[in-house]
Structure formats: structure tokens, C-alpha cells
């Protein structure tokens, strides 16, 4: 049976319990990242940006920032954050920086906070929403949930890498 998940905007008390669901949900694709560029190339190409994910979640919380931030909460208890902006020039939301805690990944958490966040941004008039995630396999599972969601169609992209 699926649990009963209620979505809530955020609020900066949120933070440290998001940071550990990040750094928790995250884990396993950094450690993908590392696997597929090997120590070296990961060291000076990707692991700069993985350790500054955790600044950009806070970042999102400024009073000018451009994101909002829900949280997904089972039984009284946050389990999962999305972001999101809207453009209202381009009338283009985007899907940032989320993620479900992986104790509870599988559920449809992630699913359900996609569609929230789709349904506000169709609230507020946008046109189209857009979201960005990898290829690899660590990404398999936010994929899935994006195209539950109503996400269909896709601009595959390849990140290619080589020591110098």
C-alpha cells in the first residue's frame, strides 16, 4: 500500500532534514559519476559540482532566489523535496533539484511530487515544463517517475570526458 503523502511549501527548518535526503539520495549517483570517469577525470570534471550541490540547496531558501521549494512529507514526516522556478517571460517552469529519501524510494513519492509541481506551474500559466536528469543508471529511478508524471519527450545528451 502506498503512504499518504501531503505536499508543503518549505520552510528554512526544513533544511537539515533536506540536506540529509539529499546527501542520502545522491550517494549512490556520485558514486556512479565516480565509476563511470574513473578517479582521476571525476576528481577535476565532476566532483567540484557534486560537492556544491549542497550550497545550491541551501541557496534556494535566500529571500532572492528564483526556485520554491515543496516538501513531501509520510505520516508527519518529510521523505522528499522538489524545486522548482517559473519563467513567466517564456511561460517555461523547470523541475531543480529534488529528491525522495531512499527509505521510502519506490513508493511513487517522487511521482506524485512531479505532478504537484506540474500542476502549479500550470496554475500559474506556464506552457511548458522542462526537467533535467542523467543517463546513467543511478538516474534510472528519477526517469521512471519523470515520465509518470507526463514527461515524454526527451533530447538525449552525452557528456563525453578525456584525461589531457
Known amino acids: ?49 557534486d560537492d556544491g550541490q549542497s550550497e545550491i540547496l541551501s541557496s534556494m531558501f535566500s529571500h532572492d532566489s528564483v526556485w520554491q ?29 529534488n529528491a525522495v529519501h531512499p527509505d521510502y524510494s519506490g513508493n511513487g513519492i517522487g511521482t506524485e511530487m512531479y505532478k504537484f509541481v506540474v500542476h502549479k506551474m500550470k496554475e500559474s500559466g506556464m506552457k511548458v515544463a522542462t526537467v533535467a536528469t542523467g543517463g546513467d543508471i543511478s538516474h534510472a529511478p528519477a526517469r521512471r517517475a519523470y515520465e509518470k508524471s507526463g514527461f515524454n519527450v526527451q533530447i538525449p545528451s552525452v557528456w563525453m570526458c578525456r584525461t589531457l
Open 1 to 49: 500500500m502506498k503512504p499518504v503523502i501531503r505536499i508543503r511549501i518549505a520552510n528554512t527548518s526544513d533544511l537539515p532534514t533536506l540536506e540529509d535526503i539529499r546527501q542520502k539520495a545522491f550517494a549512490p549517483v556520485f558514486e556512479s559519476f565516480q565509476n563511470i570517469l574513473g578517479d582521476e577525470i571525476y576528481a577535476s570534471a565532476q566532483k567540484p559540482e
Open 69 to 97: 521549494i515543496f516538501v513531501a512529507e509520510s505520516s508527519g514526516k518529510v521523505v522528499g523535496f522538489v524545486s522548482m522556478q517559473l519563467n513567466h517571460d517564456s511561460k517555461v517552469g523547470e523541475i531543480g533539484l
